[in-house]
């Protein structure tokens, strides 16, 4: 069965500090993989989408960047954050199919002070 | 883009019926509808979809008007783990493989 990984569940940083988000799949090849964010008390927010390695789509412009450096993983940077960075980061996949549901991960809690 | 529309909130009490409403009169004819709910500190898990035909699975009902500008999830005994964000979205294809999420309704349940 497949299994979404995602690390850690909660981070608190510094405002300028670095930030490293990392999330992997297990037992499925070539997904398509997702960066959500939600504020406090706030909808979903679509970041970046990937279909495969190294190819990434950014919906949003910000202080936040995606890689993908292997198949199954899908790492959000960023260099310095900022106090609005803070919120709740998921993580999710699909297979590569038309209509597939999403999978989401368990979610980072950031908090940016 | 296609967009929903869904009320902010509902409230239902436990073990009655639950119908919660979501308006998407741009729908495209390929778009799929599909319902995912989000309880408190989670991420998002899938409910349920259709096209065109009501469709039933173990955790809700999803109807589907006749000319699918809106649609009703239903669950047909809501118990207090029902609790939660109920998102109506549709599969949006000219933004390739993305899902945009609304606000979704936050469901109260009741004792």
């Known amino acids: 069965s497949q299994t979404i990984h995602q690390w850690p569940a909660t981070l608190v940083q510094p405002v300028g500090s670095p930030l490293s988000l990392e999330c992997t799949v297990e037992?499925?090849?070539?997904?398509?993989l997702y960066w959500y964010r939600q504020a406090a008390g706030r909808g979903l927010q679509l970041l970046f989408y990937?279909?495969?390695?190294?190819?990434i789509s950014s919906e949003v412009p910000q202080n936040l960047s995606a890689s993908r450096p292997q198949d199954r993983q899908f790492i959000l940077s960023s260099k310095k954050l900022l106090l609005s960075d803070s919120g709740f980061y998921l993580c999710?996949?699909?297979?590569?199919?038309?209509?597939?549901?999403?999978?989401f991960g368990s979610g980072t809690q950031l908090s940016v002070l | 883009d296609a967009k929903t529309t869904q009320p902010n909130s509902m409230e239902s009490n436990e073990e009655e019926p639950v119908h919660l409403p979501c308006n998407h009169s741009t729908i495209s004819g390929t778009d799929y509808i599909h319902w995912y709910r989000q309880l408190p500190s989670q991420g998002p898990e899938y409910v349920i979809h259709?096209?065109?035909s009501n469709v039933n699975n173990r955790m809700a009902s999803l109807a589907i008007a006749e000319d699918r500008k809106s649609s009703t999830l239903i669950l047909h005994r809501a118990t207090l783990r029902d609790a939660a964000v109920y998102y109506c979205?549709?599969?949006?294809?000219?933004?390739?493989?993305?899902?945009?999420f609304g606000k979704g309704t936050t469901l109260s349940v009741s004792s």
């Open positions: 979205i549709l599969r949006d294809n000219q933004a390739g493989t993305a899902l945009i």
């Open positions: 037992g499925t090849s070539n997904p398509n």
């Open positions: 999710a996949w699909t297979r590569q199919a038309f209509n597939e549901k999403l999978f």
């Open positions: 259709g096209l065109t």
């Open positions: 990937s279909v495969g390695i190294g190819q």
